[in-house]
Nanobody, 114 residues
Framework: QVQPVESGGGLVQPGGSLRLSCAASGSIFSIYAMGWYRQAPGKQRELVAIITSGSSTNYADSVKGRFTISRDNARNTVYLQMNSLKPEDTAVYYC????????WGQGTQVTVSS
């Protein structure tokens, strides 16, 4: 069993920055990809960014140029650096780990508001 644990959410003003972290622990044999999804109130969960074990990345159009995903394979940890945050980035951010099956963290709240 793999357990992703997120940290780093919080309240930030528009234009500010936050860095999310997600560490995967447990019976990890091989992680293919790690990523971040988000879900705003009344909306469906959507992909924010994903990074594979080979460091290929993919971003939602809405965050390109503002967010950067990175990964520490040795520590089974993925990071999301979020810059130039906007109110529409407000959501619960979930870490996802693909290791034979898909594993989800419990989520961390990000609120962008003045």
């Amino acid at each position: 069993q793999v357990q992703p644990v997120e940290s780093g959410g919080g309240l930030v003003q528009p234009g500010g920055s936050l860095r999310l972290s997600c560490a995967a622990s447990g019976s990890i044999f091989s992680i293919y990809a790690m990523g971040w999804y988000r879900q705003a109130p009344g909306k469906q969960r959507e992909l924010v960014a994903i990074i594979t074990s080979g460091s290929s990345t993919n971003y939602a159009d809405s965050v390109k140029g503002r967010f950067t995903i990175s990964r520490d394979n040795a520590r089974n940890t993925v990071y999301l650096q979020m810059n130039s945050l906007k109110p529409e980035d407000t959501a619960v951010y979930y870490c996802n780990v693909q290791a034979g099956r898909s594993y989800w963290g419990q989520g961390t709240q990000v609120t962008v508001s003045s």
